[in-house]
């Protein structure tokens, strides 16, 4: 049997290799266009800045080495550019040599991925110093443009992830960082909370954020920028991280089916439309495993287990692809910030508005042993209790609990089950009640409470006038929430306090913060006040 | 409704203060017989050893706290000597003032914990300095000892986690230290893997370990240990940490049912055999999550869950304590080493040998970004792929892999479920295929796999002296395996090479470590080889 493979960064050796234990006697050929398989492309930014100063590390696998170990043949600079799926054949341009040449497949997998899309900025395409990065030729492209022309100033559109890990990428090397985004806030697909953390430690080291702003023309001798307002801002550098589309259009050539957003339509066993082609990775859509919705298949974690789980697929195991969770990790110099699963920011461009949500500021380990942070966790769950995301960003212990929601996900656990999670425990590492089970607890009040809530937007004029606005922080708290208080008592001084509380009038609890307002609603409550909480 | 909890270290107060959250006009009554309630027991070691300077801190609820912002009645000093059951009521010994008095309850909360066992050494009982450290006071009078008497070498009967953190902590204040175990290995409950690489850390910060041995008698004149042998060993100070009892004597007296190992048996709601008495924490038997096997409550999470679950529970949830997984985790010096569920010695104990297992040592983050070390990890499961345990050591990434691990037992998920869990992956904190990711796959490839597999010490002398022993190790790995290998052709020249090795006789591989065995039997296979793999 003879399978190929087009595109052998991620998925396509996984497939590859993973098919050679399977059986030792197919034929195995993988066909990429660029200089290297097996590049570990999140490593870039990395290999930029010169933390990871060996270029050859970024290539976990070489033709030889899978030659050798696997016996996988593997053809470097080796453009597919046309598909002929009736003939079960393919068109090669072989860019080294200049040579064309015909190949044949009994089975055809892509996994050809996705590449940077250039937003529509005037001159853009004639810019000599704006970069993407997907490829290490692009690396390379950028040290090479660095080491010659010594840029002083670098503009970054787009403020995701791979923005913000050049920014930092650029200011270790010593430039002056700009951050432009069109949004409102970087740092997506977090929510605000988070993406504020993110922001503070940014500006922090002297990175600017310039937020609902792109930029639409370049003067590429001034290096300058015109911003959508009319202003302009000089960088003699340009990245752009804006996002990126899927590699499909030698599949759209082929007649296979695509989505709308240009995505390789797959079944539950990565089967396309056409027989004998199979696709997985950042090429294709695939179903989210929370909601079951469409969802595209993003990064190489999942790309690498599609790649493995086909190969077992295609020698005869009964198995199917459940869906993707989501989960991603960053460093941001001295933060780290992941998520699983769904944020706001995904429900809501999913249309999917009736969820629940907590956010807590825990510390990372016991308080009182040495070194503990506060981690910021926000934890996005359905009316039932089913857990949709997670989401968190402090120093140390972030992307620990993270994978543990994840792993709590797959498993289709609830908020119910998070207080049962056992999370190994010494003081250096954890708390007796750690951040998931504290989380799993705050989630389970607010589906359980009785204690009535109201959004600040939503309190009528006349109550606004008429009712009694309780803050309840502790001296020395910041305030919270947009709503002057009627009167201060701190959630300590309550029990002892309540009769100077009016029982005619409604009460409104205004501070926010934690667990207080629900304990003093646990009080007044118990005292025959008619208590709401307001929720910002 | 007057609640009465005796015992307010751990699950007592994580009762009291979910009671008072939950019902606002409770009468709520902790009688604690020591110093000081909600201690972090966990701590002390660190508070020895200096690392944690503030006494405090080590208090996490003092009695007036729980008074002010819980309206709890915290009474410290206070041993209960006698429950009547029939009548409701329990006497009260208040040690501070010497006296007696009666107390009622509507409901009794059984928090009594646990206490150092010691052991049957002859003269130990006039020891004055001999020390075991459960309390804020048994930590107090060690640094007292210490502070006045500056004793030079330290001797602790006992190696596991306790026991080990007080070599750390002991080695901290320059101590010379030795440490006595009665079995074969130190760091109990882990398996050998794992506990040869503690012992080595030890040793590499010259802590001295005596394993196979235990302490005879004590020479308190001469400051001399007699051990079983009969060698001596000098040491001016004693530490034991050779294991833990129930206090269950209080109990036993009100004829509340105890198993053969002193603990108290409750139902799934925590009640005990007699009416309106229910036990938490340390002092009972519970179910273990994963096999439903009775076992005893340890360490103070899951007695902080009971307490919680109890409180919902006594106002009328309709919950039930679904088992403990177990898990833990230590620092010891450089190393985290942890664990959940089962190991291996502790399924011996519970006779439980129909497992499998596998032992993987991948990076804890990506190879070529800075800093990856080596986790070394231990996955146990049963036939059919449950996930029984998992237990790890190394520097980084150990408690983040446990604690994924964890959360997949408790969502009842098996090995074939480990590769689809998403590890957010960025190079400084995971792979692409991440460490639990590959323990799945290896494990299932165990699962699946149709090479056959044999014990070393079961290989049939005539088959030692006829058969082709092939060592696949590549130049310059270590030896692994007892037999002694017919020839070396090592992994990647063994297509090649294939020819060297007769037909005509069964193969069997004897290196061991990681993939490279299986991939090699693939390779065999396919050319019509009869091989075996060998296991340890």
Redesign the interface.
Known sequence: MKYVIVGGI?GGP?FATRLR??D??AEIIILERHSAISV?S??LP?YLSG??P?RE??I?RTPEILK??N?IDVRLFSNVTNIEPAKQQLTVHDTLNNETYTETYDELLLATGASPTLPPIKNLDQADNAFVLRTIDNADAMKEFIDINHPKRVAILGGGAIGIELAESFNTLGLDVTIIERSSTIASPYDQEIAEVVAKELRKHDIKILTGHSVASLDNDKHELQLDDGTTLTADMIFIGTGVHPNTQLAANAKIALTDTGHIVVNSRFQTNQPHIYAIGDAIETINYITGLPTPSV????A??QG??LADIMVGAPFEY?G????????FFNL?V???GYTEVMLQANGITDYKKIFITPYDH?????GATRVNFKLIFDTQGKILGAQAVGKTGV??????????I????NVY?L????????????S???I??IAG?VAINQLTRQVATIKAADIAADILTSAYFLDIREPGRPESGSIKATANIP??QL?DRITEIPKDKPVYITYRAGIGP??AS??L???GYDVTLIEE
């Not at 990064?299 to 999942?302: A, D, H, K, T």
């Not at 620990?400 to 929601?405: E, L, M, P, T, V």
């Not at 797959?410 to 656990?413: A, D, M, S, V």
């Open positions: 991620a996984s234990r399977l030792e006697t570990a999140c490593a990395y933390v990871i060996d590390a970024l976990e050798e170990k016996n990064l190489s974690s999942p690498n287990r493995h789980l459940q993707i969770v989501g989960a991603g990790v960053s460093k780290t992941s998520y699983t016991a308080y009182f042993y040495p992307d620990k609990r993270i994978s543990q929601i994840s792993a709590a797959r498993g289709h656990l089950d207080p049962d999670i056992e999370v190994p425990y010494s003081p250096p590492y954890s007796t009640r750690d998931i089970n607890y959630l300590s029990r629900y304990n646990t009080i409550k118990g005292q």
